[in-house]
């Protein structure tokens, strides 16, 4: 039984888990797990570079999470930082900061090595339960880009695209003040599905999409993350964000569908109504939603097995 840490610091939001991992088992046993919206990709796809106030929020988190990880005494800790990261110009600042806060070096990993910890954390605990057969297509909508991974005991392909639900706001429904377009025209949401389609069509190069989760004898379909995890305690009817509901719960193409239209046509007050919704997304769930629909009807999967478990249990596993 070892405890660890593992931190992942994606371009919306940073989260932690504290677990004791048991690898003669293959048990997570979960102590804490936490997550903050500090929006750490705030403009790098317009500016190529983090913002201070974007680095300042996930300082602060960093701060709060490195008590945690004291007070439960965790033996090795893992930082694993992602897109947003990847993308900018000045990460040498952000990776200074994280040393001096908890004591580790952030690593910046490449969109494959994102896929596989991702594939790991959502696939570990499926694996030979006849509800969930293999094989599986995990699809990860991070705030700046997605990660499509296909296997069975383990990965076979895996591409990271740059669409994520941060991204593909700013980069389309933002204005030059900084106001989100609300709700958004025909034209951008437009805009939005052929910089979707144009992405899906890169990752076909290298995992199998198209038909690819057909009902007779295709791929389970695992979507990860909070646009996923949000569309689906939407369709769940949920009166608050509950994790035990939402894992493993399936959501259809046609829940999917009917979402995303009263999402991306709604305003930001309606949004922010809607019970399970984090008030990091109430801006960028449209885009997310759309994503994830896209996925869907490419793939010609009926439903999507939502999981709770994603990178970061990837990461706790590959520190034990």
Not at 278 to 304: Q, Y
Request: overall charge negative; some cysteine; hydrophobic content about 40%.
């Amino acid at each position: 039984m070892t405890r660890v840490a593992a931190v992942d610091c994606g371009t919306n939001s940073i989260r932690l888990l504290v677990a004791d991992a048991d690898s003669a088992t293959g048990e997570l046993i979960e102590l804490d797990r936490r997550m903050k919206i500090v929006r750490l990709g705030q403009g790098v796809d317009r500016t190529g570079r983090l913002a201070p106030e974007a680095l300042e929020r996930t300082f602060a988190a960093c701060r709060e999470y490195a008590e945690v990880i004291r007070e439960l005494g965790a033996e090795r800790v893992r930082f694993v930082a992602t897109s947003a990261s990847r993308d900018a110009e000045n990460r040498e600042e952000f990776v200074r900061g994280v040393m001096e806060i908890l004591g580790v070096e952030p690593e910046v990993i490449t969109g494959d090595q994102e896929a596989e910890f991702s594939f790991t954390g959502a696939t570990k605990e499926l694996m030979g339960r006849s509800h969930v057969p293999g094989p599986y297509l995990v699809v990860d909508i991070g705030g700046g880009s997605t990660e499509f991974v296909e296997g069975g005991e383990g990965v076979r392909a895996a591409r990271s695209v740059d669409i994520g639900c941060v991204r593909l706001t700013e980069r389309h429904l933002a204005v030059v003040d900084g106001r989100i377009t609300d709700p958004p025209t025909e034209d951008q949401i437009a805009a939005i599905k052929r910089d979707v389609d144009t992405a899906l069509d890169l990752a076909e190069r290298t995992v199998p999409l198209t038909r690819a989760c057909r009902p007779a004898d295709g791929h389970a379909l695992v979507g990860l993350a909070g646009s996923v995890t949000t569309v689906a305690g939407i369709a769940l009817g949920l009166a608050e964000y509950e994790s035990s509901a939402i894992h493993h719960s399936r959501i259809t193409l046609d829940q999917v569908r009917e979402i995303t239209g009263k999402l991306l046509g709604s305003t930001h007050d309606e949004r922010a109504r809607i019970p399970v919704m984090h008030p990091g997304r109430v801006d960028v769930i449209g885009a997310g939603a759309l994503i994830l629909l896209s996925i869907m009807e490419r793939t010609g999967a009926e439903e999507v097995v939502v999981s709770e478990h994603d990178i970061l249990d990837g990461i706790a596993w590959s520190i034990a």
